[in-house]
Structures are given as C-alpha cells and as structure tokens.
C-alpha cells in the first residue's frame, strides 16, 4: 500500500528536522577563449620600462554568439548586463542513433546575483512530488498503477471540506474535481503554469520534505520558502487525504515545519528602489532572502536531468521512465506561432526567424517571470539538423526600480532579450 511518509504516525505531526541545508560552494563561471598578458623577455635595467596592463578577457562564447546573432539590441542589453542581471547559461549537444551527446558548456556571468525563479520553480516541486510518492510508494513494496488521486482538507479536523480553490466550478465536466489527481495537476503545474497546482503540492508534501527533496535530489541551491497564490502561513500545510487507486485512503494531517535553512546563497538579495505594500510605496530595495531561489545552474542540471537522465549522472531524481515522460510531455505541447507561442515559450518568435518550418524543432521548457525578473529554462532541438542545446536564461526588466506595482517591461525588454537568444543560438547552432 503507498503510504507517504510525512509525519502519519506521529500523534501530534511535525514536519521538521533539526539539520539545516547546506549552501552550495561557490560557482565560477566557464568561459571561452580567455587571454592571458604577454610575456616579456628584456633584460632588467636601471630604468625598468612602464608595465604594460593587461588586455581585458576575450568575451565568452556566450556574449560572442549573441553579439553576432542577437540583433541590434543585444550590445546595449549587454552593456547593462549587471543592472539587468542577465545571466545565460548553454550546453550544446549533437543527437546520434547513439543518443545525446554534449559538445561543450558555455556560460555568461552565471549565478553572479540572486535571481528570483518565479515559476521555472515550479519543475522541482513536480520532480519532488513525484519523487517522493514513488520513494514512499517503494518502501512499502507497493507499485502504484495509477497516479493518486488526493483531496485537500479546509479544516485540520472533522469532515473534509475542500478550499474553493479546489471546488469543482464546471458543471459540465461530469469528473469529481475536488478529488485532484496528480499527473493531471503536473501538466496544470508545467503546461500552463498553474500557480494554484503548485500551493496544492505545496501542502501534498509540506515545507519540510519539499526543502528536504532538493538536497537529497543534488541541488542544495534551492529554497522553496513560500506558496505563490496565498498568504497561508509558510511553514503550515493542510491535511491532505491520499487516494490511492484500490487501495485504503493515506489522511496526512495538517503540519507544521520548523525545518531550519541557511541563507540564500546568492549575492545581491536586495532588489529595486522601493516596492509597493498596500496602497503605500515603501522605500528602499526589497530583500529577496525568504523568496524562493534556485541557482542558474540548478535550473539548468534539473531540466537537463529530467529531459535526458543519462547527462546528469550526479542528480538523484529517483523517478520512473513513466514520470520522465509526464514531465517532458508537460513542458513540451505543440508550437504556435507569434504571440500566442511566445506566451509560455519566450525564446520562440526568434527560434521561428531561423528555423520557419517549426515542426522541425523540438522545445521542451518552463519560463516564469515576476517582480520584473523573466526567466527561461529550455530545450531546444533540430531535429532535421540533429543537433540541440539547453539553454537557462534570466533577465531583470523593471525600470522604474518599484516592486509589486505590476509595471514591469517584460513587452519592451525581457520578451524581446529572450527572443533575441533564441535567434542567436539557433543561428550559431542549426543554421547551414
């Protein structure tokens, strides 16, 4: 029988742990092409010659590429790359009757601020859930048939009244909707980016085992701190009833975490000029250290893990090839072109001015953006051309400094960037 393991025979549940995550050692970033200062082969003299300064590095094969490719803008985005923290971060593979293989890795200022992942996050919350019915599923020699059904509790004692948030509010869908099942909800929580499917699995597994999942699973950098659509409190979770199919229901109940995380490991926490609390502008940046984070480089080793597990021997996913299959189905969905493509896939629009026939490419991903940072955690593949690259991308387009204000420049300058690094790497890498 899949029992979960959150807390269910403790009489007064806790989700906690006394041992805090470790943060990650520090990243440097992988460049190209890096020149060092000449030599010199005088003879020493009374009077030594004035010393020659370095020439400055030769510019990444990232910057390179977007420069050649990326369109009239890149240069002035480029030139502003710290205000606007942009980061980018490719692995570039050939595809053979063999499988994958990788070429290289590049990297452009890579984890060199914090960065807020908005829903690209929302990968590892799916990756953890599955995760962790699978493990729990297995420990109790169990083989689940199907994906369980689970059923959240408004209250966390007497009949199971579900939150309005999970009422069923079609009356012609002749489906029990407040029963939610899992794999549905992952494609909610991928496919469109369903901020409610991720508060739900939020509570499906608690502040303590998602924030233990993610070192378990090999990425340290990630702190899932908060939900995305309430103000619930953080640390709590609601009672939860799993359904397995045949099988007896598992009532998780309600917790509380005391789970403890060491800071955010990334430099400058503090964004902006001042935000917006109400109907008040508060001034002075917002500190971004109990916001949810994941490195640059974990967004990137997560998609690629899931997309091709063999490339990633190092991430501990602990899922079935069915979940993988889930998983990419759910980030992948058929391309459209213009704006209505662009709404989840970003990077489009420029990717269909190299490669117009767009039943050629394959894209897997999942984009997020919000207070003003816009994000892109990708695969891309041609598939007549036999080569692909995994691309992570982030950008800050808030140009009047005020948070929480809902006037980002996500339409004049994150959309048009991200375009624009699609068109450059599919240039450098599909065009012949």
Same mark, same amino acid.
Request: aromatic share 6%; hydrophobic share 35%.
């Given at each position: ?16 742990? =006394? ?54 803008? &890149? ?7 710290? =205000? ?106 991928? %496919? ?111 998609? &690629?893990?899931?997309?091709?597990? #063999? ?8 899922? #079935? ?25 970003? &990077? ?21 953006? %919000? ?13 007549? %051309? ?6 992570? %991308? ?36 599909? #065009?012949?």
């Amino acid at each position: 029988m899949l029992v979960l393991a959150v807390g269910c025979a403790q009489p007064s549940p806790v989700d906690s742990a =006394s041992e805090p995550l470790a943060a990650p050692p520090p990243t440097t970033e992988r460049t190209v092409g890096e020149v060092s200062s000449p030599g010199s082969n005088m003879a020493a003299t009374a009077s030594p010659p004035p010393a020659m300064s370095a020439p400055p590095p030769a510019p990444s094969w990232v910057e390179q590429v977007l420069r050649a490719h990326g369109g009239d803008d &890149m240069g002035s985005w480029l030139a502003e790359a710290a =205000s606007l923290r942009l980061q980018v971060l490719v692995t570039v593979l050939s595809i053979g009757p063999e499988g994958p293989r990788i070429e290289g890795e590049h990297a452009y200022r890579v984890d060199a601020e914090y960065v807020y992942p908005a829903s690209a996050i929302k990968t590892f919350v799916a990756v953890a859930t599955l995760r962790h019915l699978r493990k729990t599923a297995a420990a109790e020699g169990d083989s689940p048939r199907r994906y369980p059904r689970f059923k959240r509790c408004d209250a966390p004692a007497g009949k199971c009244e579900v939150p309005k948030p999970d009422e069923d509010s079609d009356p012609d869908d002749d489906r029990d909707e407040e029963k939610l099942r899992v794999d549905r909800e992952v494609r909610k929580l991928l %496919a469109y980016s369903d901020n409610e499917s991720f508060d739900r699995f939020y509570d499906l597994l608690g502040h303590r085992t998602l924030n233990a999942s993610m070192v378990e699973m090999g990425f340290p950098s990630v702190r899932i701190h908060h939900r995305l659509t309430t103000r619930t409190a953080r640390r709590t979770a609601r009672r939860v009833l799993l359904l397995p199919l045949g099988a007896p229901a598992i009532r998780i109940p309600a917790r509380t975490s005391d789970f403890v995380m060491t800071p955010t490991p990334a430099r400058r926490l503090d964004v902006g000029d001042g935000y917006r609390e109400g109907r008040k502008v508060i001034e002075g940046p917002m500190n971004f250290g109990e916001k949810n984070y994941a490195s640059l480089r974990d967004l990137h080793r997560l998609h &690629m893990a899931v997309v091709f597990p #063999s490339l990633v021997p190092d991430a501990e996913l602990g899922l #079935s090839p069915p979940d993988h299959e889930l998983l990419v189905g759910a980030m992948t969905g058929r391309l459209h072109p213009g704006k209505r493509g662009a709404v989840h896939k970003p &990077m489009l629009p420029g990717l269909a001015e190299v490669v117009p026939k767009l039943d050629r490419l394959r894209y897997v991903n999942k984009s997020g953006r %919000a207070y003003g940072f816009h994000l892109e955690n990708a695969y891309v593949e041609d598939t007549a %051309a036999g080569r692909g690259f995994f691309v992570t %991308a982030s950008i800050y387009a808030n140009p009047n400094g005020i948070l929480n204000d809902d006037d980002y420049a996500y339409e004049e300058t994150s959309a048009p960037f991200l375009a624009a690094v699609g068109r450059g790497l599919a240039t450098r890498l599909f #065009s012949k």
